[in-house]
Structures are given as C-alpha cells and as structure tokens.
C-alpha cells in the first residue's frame, strides 16, 4: 500500500470518531434503536491518544504527516477539528445518509476504503470507542486493507521498516514486532494527549477536511447501514436494578460495620 | 429450542484452559446438540478439559511459531467453513486474541458480530445477543438476520462454568491455510507482571481503590487489605492511568469483569464504566467520602468516611482477629 506519492517521512492515518459527550448521560432512541446523537459532539477521548501517538512518530521519524479519517452524521466536523488543532494536517470526513444504523464491520468497510486513499505507512485507532466499543473495527479494517494489526498497544516504536509493540495482555505484555504498513489499536493511557494550542485552534480552521459520501468511496448503498448489517435491535430494556442498602455516616465507627457486615457472610 | 452445530474458540494460559473458554462452553451445550472448539496450539493438552466440559471435538491449528493469533487463526476457521459448512453460531470470548480472531474472520466472511454478549437467546434457528448498556442500566437485544455466519464476542462471567462430566474430546489438526502479509506480525518476547495472590477475576474478595487514595503511595492500604482478606487488589481506571498501577489492575468496560462475593471499593465514585466490572458482585461494600457518589446506590453497605481514616482502622480491627 505504500506509495511514491509521498516522498519523505513518516505518513500515518488515525481513525478518530466523533462521539456524543460522555458526560451527557447516553440514551438510545426507542424508534431507531441507535444511540441518540443530539447535545455536544465531541473527539473520542480515546482517539486523542491515537492522535497524540501519531504527532510523537512522526517528530521523532523526522518529518512526515497526520491524516484523519472519520465517519460521522451530518458532516460533523468537532472532533475533527480538536484533533487538527493538537496538529493533525488532514481529514477525510465520510458522511451519507445512508450510513444511518451501520454496525461495525459496515464502519470498518467505510474506514478501510477512506484509509486506503491515503496510502499510509502506519494506521492508528483505539482498541474500543467509549460510546459503542465492539472492539472489533481494528482488526476488521486490517483485514480488509490486508495488512499485519496488532492491537492493545501500550507503546510503539518505528524502527525502519517495522514497528515494535508493547501489547498488552491478561498478565502483563508482549513485544511484537510487525512490518510495515500495518494497523496498530492504542490503549487509553500510553502518551499524554496535548492540548490545543491557541494557534493550534487557530490553524486547524483552514486546514482541509475532505467530505466523501459511499459512493465516492466505491462501495455500493447495500453494504451499509441498516441494510448491509447482519443484524437488527430487537429490545431495549431496563435491567433489573441493583438496590441501595444500608449508608452509614462514618463517626469513627464505620469500620466496625464492614467488619460485621463480612463476619454475617462469614468470609472473615 | 436447540440449534445443531455450535462452535466455540478456545483459550488456555499456563498450561490452564481459560475460565472464559469453560463458561461458553457451558452455554454452548445447553443451546446446541454437538459443540466443537477451535484451538490455537496442540490439541491433546486441552482435549481432556474441553471434552470435560461438553467438545466432541477440538479442532487444532498446532504451532503458530509466534504469529498473533488474528490472521492464522481466522483463516483457519474460514477454511474449515469453506470445507464443511458453517456451524449455526461461533462463540468468541471478548478476550485479547479472541476479539482479533472474530474481528478478522467477520471481515473475511462478511459476517457481522454481535458484541459484548452476556446472554443468548435461542428461538429456532434464530440466535440474540443480550448486551448491558450504559454501566448495566440497560439490556439491548440484538438479533441476527440474514444468511451470514454468526459470530458473537461473549463477555466473561457471564455464564457459569461447570463441568458436564464429558470424556476426551477427538482432536482434529488443521490445516493453516498461508496468510502471507496479514500474518507478519510476531510476538518476540512475553512479560508477566501478575502480583501474587488470588487472581483478580477469581477471587472471592476484590478490593478496589481509586482516584479518592489521594496518592499512589497510600495504594498500599488496598494491598494491605487484601491480604489480610485473601483478597485480589483491583483499580479504576483514573489511577491505572495515573500510573499508581498496572493495567492488568483494572476493573470495568475496558479492564476485567470481575464476579466477587465481596467488592469492596474505597474512594471509587462508581462511574459507568467501572460499575459495568463489577456490579455481578454478590455484595459491594463502598467508603467514599461524598455521600451523593454513584457507588452507594449499588452498594449493600455504603460507609461515608475518609478512607484514610477507615481504611486504616478497618486493618487494624482484622489485623487483631
Ligand atoms: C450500545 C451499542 C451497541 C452496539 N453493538 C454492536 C454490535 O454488537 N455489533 C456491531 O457490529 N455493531 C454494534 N454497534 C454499532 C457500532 O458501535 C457502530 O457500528 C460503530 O460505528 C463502530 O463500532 P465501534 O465504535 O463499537 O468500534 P470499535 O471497534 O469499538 O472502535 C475502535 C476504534 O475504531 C475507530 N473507529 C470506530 N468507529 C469509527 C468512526 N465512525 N470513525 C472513525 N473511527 C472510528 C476508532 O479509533 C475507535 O476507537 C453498537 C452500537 C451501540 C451504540
Ligand atoms: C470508554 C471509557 C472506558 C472506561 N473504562 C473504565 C474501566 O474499565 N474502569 C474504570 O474504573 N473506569 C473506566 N473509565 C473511566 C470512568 O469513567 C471514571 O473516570 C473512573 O472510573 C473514575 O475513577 P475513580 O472512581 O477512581 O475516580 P473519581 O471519579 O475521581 O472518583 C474518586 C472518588 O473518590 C472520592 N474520594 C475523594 N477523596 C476521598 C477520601 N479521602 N475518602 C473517601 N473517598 C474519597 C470522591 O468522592 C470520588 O467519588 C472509562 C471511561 C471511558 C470514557
């Protein structure tokens, strides 16, 4: 995939997603089953690791640029706009009606193709988004790029024409070690994401956002949305809930509740 | 109510069949009348266990010389399809290597998965995955449609393992078809970095802290707790990324599900994220010095207080019993 239309340094494609503020309680809405998309969009927090790795590579190879690709409704560019301020140069913005209700392979389909126009050295994601987290699009888009992935990074290091992982594990970590290009998932936590800088903000307004609908992309309408997915949501329903029980007011005492509390289950 | 053919990814660590692996298979054989599992390794040393445990038979890819198990793996299972036909659903664990298997083999058969399942319901030959969302509050059931192959990504504890008394599973080596570029990556070295103790996810008591600790040096009360109560030490996620703990630490969405008799969480506000770990606990015990802190509306027993001041006494009390 990599290409001579670049020339020099180190090129990488970070998938960012544009969520609704976590903060803002989430709901889904009865009538289209999907999360509801209204109040404050933001950048995923756990892209701006993804973003903030890249903007490190890329000093450290010399030179090079950031790009960003994102699917998103209604040509929202917010999240996209925080991530060119931290100093991004470039993103593709893939929006269409007819993405409403994709599920995440549809989105790895729609990722790939937008990806594939940028012939990177090196392609970022997080290993899960905050509002649907599947987890699964990473690997998804590795495959249909037919590329190398190596997911659950905790650190990543460009060494010629490879990149060495740190991957996380049930019980610590492995090294990896993959050729390049590849697609690579960052946990939250590896890099201290930067803060836009006044200039950064500044900038990021007249930097260019591509706008691609399917169609541009060549892949057909019934690949996506409610009609390319393999799967329908047939019922949204309030679990049972877990009750309060007792709260205690600690007045130097409070341990001798915990104490009898574990002495009546007789775990003590 | 039953379906035929079901087929699930097996996991093992030290030699040890994975809990989350044991747990499908005992949903997989009360919804379908033959279970297989697909193994990335030597069949004969999980082929007791598994058949133990429901497989007829363990489907073997042998030694993968150090390949992630994503590309081999899914190719592997896409073959054998090609070969056989498809079973009427394949059960992932939402594990590190289980989520690159499903994630890799969707894309290559394009079939959808449905995530983070923690039931399934079987109606026919129709197939639903339960999901929590938002910290537990709600279930989404999803349904399959269409001809694709099902794939679900199944979260741990969700069902429970238990033996069906079952004898030697028959092992069958595959054939690895040849992945070329997809396949490159190599793990070159592991490290472990697990403490001593119960293991997190199956402990009977986990003890949690987070942010309200103040510093990372006063982790060293949870520690302390926990070993005065055969306890696991868990986190949230504010002070594993603060670096006070190792990952491997955390409880929640994207840290371990964890099913304890006793939860007890000291100076944890009980975000979503985290409740979505750990409200499966029998009993949740919560200090936290804001008597408005999310947590207490799921703990049993919720005390009020510094955890300074009752973390401490609290070790003492059970230091002189
Ligand atoms: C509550 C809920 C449950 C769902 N369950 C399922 C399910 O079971 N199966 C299913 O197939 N779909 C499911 N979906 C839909 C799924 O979340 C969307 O299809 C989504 O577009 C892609 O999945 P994700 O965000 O979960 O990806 P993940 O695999 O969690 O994302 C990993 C990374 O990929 C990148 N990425 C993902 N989406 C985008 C994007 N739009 N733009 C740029 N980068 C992106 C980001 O870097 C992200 O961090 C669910 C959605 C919700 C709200
Ligand atoms: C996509 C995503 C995934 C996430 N996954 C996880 C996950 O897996 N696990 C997880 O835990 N979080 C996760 N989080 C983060 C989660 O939203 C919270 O930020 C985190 O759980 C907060 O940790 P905390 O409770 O330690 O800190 P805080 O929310 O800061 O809470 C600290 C608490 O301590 C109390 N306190 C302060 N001082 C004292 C004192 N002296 N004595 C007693 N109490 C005191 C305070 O009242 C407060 O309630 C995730 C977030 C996102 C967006």
């Given at each position: 995939?990599?290409?001579?239309?670049?020339?020099?340094?180190?090129?990488?494609?970070?998938?960012?997603?544009?969520?609704?503020?976590?903060?803002?309680?989430?709901?889904?809405?009865?009538?289209?089953?999907?999360?509801?998309?209204?109040?404050?969009?933001?950048l995923?927090?756990?892209?701006?690791?993804?973003?903030?790795?890249?903007?490190?590579?890329?000093?450290?190879?010399?030179?090079?640029?950031?790009?960003l690709?994102?699917?998103?409704?209604?040509?929202?560019?917010?999240?996209?706009?925080?991530?060119?301020?931290?100093?991004?140069?470039?993103?593709?913005?893939?929006?269409?009606?007819?993405?409403?209700?994709?599920?995440?392979?549809?989105?790895?389909?729609?990722?790939?193709?937008?990806?594939?126009?940028?012939s990177?050295?090196?392609?970022?994601?997080?290993?899960?988004?905050?509002?649907g987290?599947?987890?699964?699009?990473?690997?998804?888009?590795?495959?249909?790029l037919?590329?190398?992935?190596?997911?659950?990074?905790?650190?990543?290091?460009?060494?010629?024409?490879?990149?060495?992982?740190?991957?996380?594990?049930?019980?610590?970590?492995?090294?990896?070690?993959?050729?390049?290009?590849?697609?690579?998932?960052?946990?939250?936590?590896?890099?201290?994401?930067?803060y836009?800088?006044?200039?950064?903000?500044?900038?990021?307004?007249?930097?260019?956002?591509?706008?691609?609908?399917?169609?541009?992309?060549?892949?057909?309408?019934?690949?996506?949305?409610?009609?390319?997915?393999?799967?329908?949501?047939?019922?949204?329903?309030?679990?049972?809930?877990?009750?309060?029980?007792?709260?205690?007011?600690?007045?130097?005492?409070?341990?001798?509740?915990?104490?009898n509390?574990?002495?009546?289950?007789?775990?003590? | 109510?039953?379906?035929?053919?079901?087929?699930?990814?097996?996991?093992?660590?030290?030699?040890?069949?994975?809990?989350?692996?044991?747990?499908?298979?005992?949903?997989?054989?009360?919804?379908?009348?033959?279970?297989?599992?697909?193994?990335?390794?030597?069949?004969?040393?999980?082929?007791?266990?598994?058949?133990?445990?429901?497989?007829?038979?363990?489907?073997?890819?042998?030694?993968?010389?150090?390949?992630?198990?994503?590309?081999?793996?899914?190719?592997?299972?896409?073959?054998?399809?090609?070969?056989?036909?498809?079973?009427?659903?394949?059960?992932?664990?939402?594990?590190?290597?289980?989520?690159?298997?499903?994630?890799?083999?969707?894309a290559?058969?394009?079939?959808?998965?449905?995530?983070?399942?923690?039931?399934?319901?079987?109606?026919?030959?129709?197939?639903?995955?339960?999901?929590?969302?938002?910290?537990?509050?709600?279930?989404?059931?999803?349904?399959?449609?269409?001809?694709?192959?099902?794939?679900?990504?199944?979260?741990?504890?969700?069902?429970?393992?238990?033996?069906?008394?079952?004898?030697?599973?028959?092992?069958?080596?595959?054939?690895?078809?040849?992945?070329?570029?997809?396949?490159?990556?190599?793990?070159?070295?592991?490290?472990?970095?697990?403490?001593?103790?119960?293991?997190?996810?199956?402990?009977?008591?986990?003890?949690?802290g987070?942010r309200?600790?103040?510093?990372?040096?006063?982790?060293?009360?949870?520690?302390?707790?926990?070993?005065?109560?055969?306890?696991?030490?868990?986190?949230?996620?504010?002070?594993?990324d603060?670096?006070?703990?190792?990952?491997?630490?955390?409880?929640?969405?994207?840290?371990?599900?964890?099913?304890?008799?006793?939860?007890?969480?000291?100076?944890?506000?009980?975000?979503?994220?985290?409740?979505?770990?750990?409200?499966?606990?029998?009993y949740?015990?919560?200090?936290?010095?804001?008597?408005?802190?999310?947590?207490?509306?799921?703990?049993?027993?919720?005390?009020?207080g510094?955890?300074?001041?009752?973390?401490?006494?609290?070790?003492?009390?059970?230091?002189?019993?």
């Amino acid at each position: 995939m990599r290409s001579a239309q670049h020339n020099s340094g180190m090129h990488v494609v970070v998938c960012v997603k544009q969520i609704p503020d976590p903060a803002e309680p989430g709901s889904l809405d009865p009538a289209t089953k999907t999360l509801k998309r209204s109040g404050n969009i933001i950048l995923d927090e756990s892209d701006s690791y993804g973003v903030e790795m890249a903007l490190q590579l890329v000093t450290s190879a010399g030179g090079g640029t950031v790009s960003l690709v994102s699917m998103a409704p209604g040509g929202e560019t917010k999240g996209l706009r925080t991530a060119l301020a931290m100093g991004a140069s470039d993103a593709i913005l893939v929006s269409d009606p007819v993405l409403n209700g994709t599920d995440a392979l549809g989105t790895a389909k729609v990722l790939a193709a937008a990806i594939a126009r940028k012939s990177p050295d090196l392609v970022l994601t997080a290993t899960e988004s905050s509002d649907g987290y599947t987890g699964t699009v990473p690997s998804q888009i590795a495959e249909l790029l037919g590329l190398p992935s190596v997911t659950f990074a905790r650190s990543i290091e460009i060494n010629g024409q490879s990149v060495n992982v740190r991957r996380q594990t049930e019980s610590g970590y492995d090294e990896v070690t993959c050729p390049l290009p590849a697609v690579v998932s960052v946990t939250a936590g590896v890099v201290e994401p930067r803060y836009p800088s006044f200039k950064g903000i500044m900038a990021a307004k007249s930097k260019p956002v591509e706008a691609l609908t399917v169609a541009d992309l060549g892949l057909s309408a019934d690949e996506v949305g409610w009609a390319g997915g393999g799967q329908e949501i047939v019922e949204i329903a309030a679990s049972e809930a877990r009750e309060a029980g007792r709260v205690v007011e600690d007045e130097g005492e409070g341990y001798a509740e915990i104490v009898n509390f574990l002495e009546n289950l007789k775990v003590i | 109510m039953a379906l035929d053919n079901v087929w699930v990814f097996a996991e093992a660590a030290d030699g040890r069949v994975k809990t989350i692996t044991l747990e499908m298979l005992a949903k997989a054989r009360e919804i379908a009348d033959e279970v297989s599992c697909f193994y990335a390794g030597a069949g004969d040393d999980v082929a007791e266990t598994l058949g133990e445990h429901g497989a007829s038979t363990v489907f073997a890819t042998g030694d993968l010389d150090d390949a992630l198990l994503g590309p081999p793996v899914a190719a592997a299972i896409a073959a054998k399809i090609a070969a056989d036909g498809a079973p009427d659903l394949i059960m992932f664990g939402t594990t590190y290597d289980g989520r690159d298997v499903a994630g890799r083999l969707s894309a290559k058969l394009g079939a959808p998965v449905i995530t983070n399942v923690a039931d399934l319901i079987v109606n026919g030959e129709d197939v639903a995955g339960v999901e929590p969302v938002f910290g537990g509050s709600t279930n989404v059931t999803t349904r399959f449609k269409g001809e694709a192959v099902k794939i679900v990504l199944v979260r741990p504890k969700s069902f429970a393992a238990e033996s069906a008394g079952g004898s030697v599973a028959d092992v069958e080596d595959l054939d690895v078809p040849e992945v070329g570029n997809t396949g490159t990556a190599k793990v070159t070295a592991r490290f472990m970095e697990e403490t001593s103790g119960p293991k997190l996810e199956e402990a009977a008591i986990v003890v949690s802290g987070g942010r309200g600790l103040g510093e990372a040096a006063k982790y060293a009360m949870v520690e302390q707790l926990a070993k005065l109560l055969k306890a696991a030490p868990g986190a949230s996620r504010a002070i594993v990324d603060a670096g006070w703990v190792p990952y491997s630490y955390q409880v929640g969405q994207t840290g371990k599900v964890v099913k304890p008799t006793v939860y007890l969480a000291c100076g944890i506000s009980g975000a979503t994220q985290h409740m979505v770990g750990m409200k499966g606990a029998k009993y949740i015990i919560a200090i936290n010095k804001d008597k408005e802190a999310p947590i207490f509306s799921i703990a049993d027993l919720g005390i009020v207080g510094d955890v300074h001041k009752v973390m401490p006494k609290l070790i003492e009390a059970l230091q002189g019993r």
